[in-house]
């Protein structure tokens, strides 16, 4: 039997792709790159996921917000800290729980560039 081709990365969003090194371990591999394991915990306090849901949840129905509102204003222009809001993101766009959108269009999860917007599914 072949495993699951694919897994979304718990860190970054991203899917990636089975590996023959990981066949013995394809069950437990949950990371996409070493970065990504050695990150885990610091994106798991800022908790961004929950952040992004509240403010979508707390707008009209069909509107959309852009990941830097997540953000304080001090941090806004932190790229690191706006690529952390992407990853949370992704994350939930994997999900089925928010839609990501450049020019009121979807995009793929995993391979946008550039300016987005943040929706809320329903």
Same mark, same amino acid.
């Given at each position: &039997?072949? #495993?699951?081709? =694919?897994? *979304?990365?718990?860190?970054?969003? !991203?899917?990636?792709?089975?590996?023959?090194?990981?066949? +013995?371990?394809? $069950?437990?591999?949950?990371?996409?790159? $070493?970065? @990504?394991?050695?990150?885990?915990? +610091?994106?798991? +306090?800022?908790?961004?996921?929950?952040?992004?849901?509240? *403010?979508?949840? =707390?707008? #009209?129905? %069909?509107?959309?917000? @852009? #990941? /830097?509102?997540?953000?304080? =204003?001090? $941090?806004?222009?932190?790229?690191?800290? &706006?690529?952390?809001?992407? !990853?949370?993101? !992704?994350?939930?766009? %994997?999900?089925?729980? *928010?839609?990501?959108?450049?020019?009121?269009?979807?995009? $793929? #999860?995993? /391979?946008? +560039?550039?300016? *987005?917007?943040?929706?809320?599914?329903?």
């Amino acid at each position: &039997m072949r #495993p699951t081709l =694919s897994k *979304i990365c718990l860190v970054c969003g !991203r899917s990636f792709e089975y590996r023959k090194k990981w066949e +013995k371990v394809w $069950d437990e591999v949950l990371y996409c790159s $070493d970065a @990504c394991r050695r990150n885990k915990s +610091k994106e798991a +306090k800022l908790d961004y996921e929950n952040t992004i849901l509240s *403010i979508l949840k =707390s707008k #009209p129905k %069909h509107s959309s917000i @852009c #990941p /830097s509102e997540v953000l304080d =204003s001090n $941090d806004k222009t932190n790229k690191y800290k &706006m690529e952390l809001v992407r !990853r949370a993101a !992704r994350r939930l766009a %994997h999900t089925g729980q *928010i839609t990501i959108t450049q020019k009121r269009k979807a995009v $793929d #999860p995993d /391979s946008f +560039k550039g300016p *987005i917007r943040l929706t809320l599914n329903n």
